[in-house]
C-alpha cells in the first residue's frame, strides 16, 4: 500500500528566510511518481513539479529546488529566500500504475506561513 | 484550458438525503477522482476511476458510491448523509499515473 507523510504540519518563516518542507513515502512498486503541489489561500490546487523513479536528479525552478533520494524514500522542496505569497498548504503526493488503474495518494499537507 | 468542473461550490443538505457530487472533465483524461479534505488530513482518497463504469475503492469509501457511465464524468453519491461527512469535497483527473492531475474548484458539503 502507498502511503505520504508530511510530518510538518504548520511552519512559519520570515521573509527572505529559506524553508523546507519535507515529504516521505511508502511504495512498493519500482515504477512511481511523486509530485508536489500547492493550495493558496484561494483554495484551488495547482501543479508545482513531477519526479519519476528512475530520475534522482535534484531540480531546481527559480526560488524552488526539489531533493528527491530514493535511499530515504524522500522528496522535500525548499523554498529560497521565502516571500509573503509563498504562504500556501503544499502537499506532496504519489502515483503508482497498479493493475487497476493509477491511484495518486496525497500527503496530510504543510501548511507554509511566511510573514513579512 | 484544461478543465475540471464541480456542479456546486456550497451545498448543505439534511441528515439522511442522498446526495450526487458531479464532476466533469473536458480533458480526455482516462483517470479521475474523489478526495475529501478536511483540516489537519490532508486530502483523502474516497474512490477513483481508471476507466468507464470502472471504479476502485480509495481509503475511505465507506458510506459514499461513485458511478461513472461517460469518460467525462465521475459522480460522488452519499447514500445517506450523516453530519461526519461535512467536508470539502475535491475531484481532480489525470491522463496517466505520470501525469499531473488537475483539480476542480471543490464543493463544501454542509451535512445540518
Same mark, same amino acid.
Given at each position: ?6 510530518? &510538518?504540519? =504548520? @511552519? +512559519? ?17 519500482? #515504477?512511481y511518481y511523486l509530485f508536489w503541489y500547492k493550495q ?16 534522482? &536528479?535534484? =531540480? @531546481? +525552478? ?17 523554498? #529560497? ?26 500527503? =496530510? ?8 | ?112
Amino acid at each position: 500500500a502507498q502511503k505520504v507523510t508530511q510530518a &510538518q504540519t =504548520e @511552519i +512559519s518563516v520570515v521573509e527572505k528566510e529559506d524553508v523546507t518542507l519535507d515529504c516521505v513515502y511508502e511504495t512498493r512498486d519500482t #515504477t512511481y511518481y511523486l509530485f508536489w503541489y500547492k493550495q493558496p489561500p484561494s483554495g484551488e490546487l495547482v501543479f508545482l513539479i513531477r519526479r519519476n523513479s528512475f530520475d534522482e &536528479q535534484n =531540480e @531546481i +525552478s527559480g526560488r524552488y529546488s526539489w531533493n528527491f533520494q530514493k535511499s530515504t524514500s524522500s522528496f522535500n522542496f525548499t523554498i #529560497t529566500a521565502s516571500q509573503v505569497v509563498d504562504s500556501a498548504v503544499y502537499f506532496c503526493a504519489l502515483s503508482e500504475e497498479e493493475t487497476s488503474g493509477s491511484r495518486l495518494t496525497f500527503g =496530510e499537507g504543510t501548511q507554509l506561513t511566511v510573514n513579512p | 484550458d484544461v478543465k475540471v468542473t464541480q456542479s456546486s461550490r456550497y451545498l448543505v443538505k439534511r441528515t439522511g438525503e442522498k446526495v450526487f457530487l458531479e464532476c466533469v472533465q473536458d480533458m480526455d483524461h482516462e483517470n479521475m477522482f474523489w478526495y475529501r479534505q478536511d483540516p489537519g488530513l490532508g486530502l483523502r482518497l474516497i474512490y477513483f476511476s481508471y476507466d468507464v463504469k470502472m471504479k476502485e475503492k480509495g481509503d475511505i469509501p465507506e458510506g459514499y458510491s461513485v458511478s461513472r457511465e461517460k469518460k467525462e464524468r465521475f459522480s460522488l453519491i452519499l447514500e445517506s448523509a450523516s453530519t461526519n461527512q461535512t467536508s470539502m469535497y475535491l475531484c481532480a483527473s489525470s491522463l496517466s499515473a505520470r501525469s499531473e492531475a488537475f483539480f476542480g474548484q471543490g464543493t463544501r458539503l454542509t451535512v445540518v
